[in-house]
């Protein structure tokens, strides 16, 4: 992101003594992406970071997926995955439920009322988006409040653990790279430009160190295999969250929705204009209330299209989406419209929206540069009808 942050006490010059008031010596940790090649933090801990005393097995829940084969389009109501009050006994770690994924990004949900386990994605940068519900997300780097709207962004290998405040639904985003800022959106040098529909003010990282004290403490790492992703229980003879002070251009943060300023056109914007994060083969967008084309002959739902290197995933977190009434789809749902199928506005919904000068919608998209599987949250939460919606009728 190269946004430069300092948090708690670092010495004056990089990688020289840092002593504690005793007189001892801070451990100095280099965090950093691309064989350090690219944006990384200095990080002074109490503790030596690498001292582990216990290394076992974590096993995963069920990650295998399935093509979508035969092609289709596909709706899943993702609130029916965590029916009742099932959500107080889970976490927002554990509890996920893969929903769909490919080699590139894995796309989990999960209902939640419990802290979760410390916990290490290593495989790639996370982001969390908050459908509803608040909390905080302890990190190394410190605390991170959260709340709904929220999308919260966990650079790999970010030891943490979510303490929700009351339920909280939330839509995992997992890389296997990282999540920044299109690169349109950034000078050479990785500040937000002027046509960037956010900036800096809007991303809200640590304030302040947290350090908490605790012996022989476990944290879940998620890392990879030989034959795919794998977990892993450490036990660090003392709590992993010592930091003291850290500076530098990678940290977790937090970014709303309501701080995305939409941009508008006379006729439809392409889906480009609602990009808000990108990793590698896959972007995230975001489709925010706004004022809708203003041209005097505008059809302001999309158009039918054939994204044709894409799989297209919408999941309708809030409002009321106008391409979709009449499919079943609301609040919860994701759809899924793979490379192949040409897809776009139910029936109706073409001519309903002429004339329309607003759209009250809220939905979190992303798009896949290659085909997504379903997995058991997926397969678990699909309407079987969804598919012929366009047409009226299913097969005969």
Known sequence: MAYYRQVGAVPPKRHTQHRTPEGGLYYEELMGEEGFSSDSSLLYHRNIPSAIVDSTVWELPDLTTEANHPLKPRHLKLHELFPGEEWKSNDIVTGRRLVLGNGDVRISYVAAGEASPLYRNSIGDECVYIESGEGVVETVFGVLPFRQGDYVILPRATTHRWVPDGPVRAYAIEANSHITPPKRYLSKYGQLLEHSPYCERDLHGPAEPLLVDGTDVEVLVKHRGSRGIVGTRFVYPQHPFDVVGWDGCLYPYTFNVSDFEPIT?????????????????????????????????????????????????????????????????????????????????????????????????????????????????????????YAWTWAGRGPK
């Open 265 to 385: 056109g006379r006729v439809h914007q392409p889906p480009p204009a609602h990009q808000v994060f990108e990793g590698h083969n896959f972007v995230i967008c975001n489709f925010v209330p706004r004022k809708v084309d203003y041209h005097p002959l505008s059809i302001p739902v999309p158009y039918y299209h054939s994204n044709v290197d894409s799989d297209e995933v919408m999941f309708y977190c809030g409002g009321d989406y106008e391409a979709r009434k009449g499919s079943g789809i609301g609040q919860g749902s994701i759809s899924l419209h793979p490379g192949g199928h040409s897809h776009g506005p139910q029936p109706g919904a073409y001519e309903r929206s002429i004339g329309v000068e607003y759209f009250d919608e809220l939905a979190v998209m992303v798009d896949t540069f290659r085909p997504l599987e379903l997995g058991e949250g997926g397969r678990a939460a699909e309407d079987p009808d």
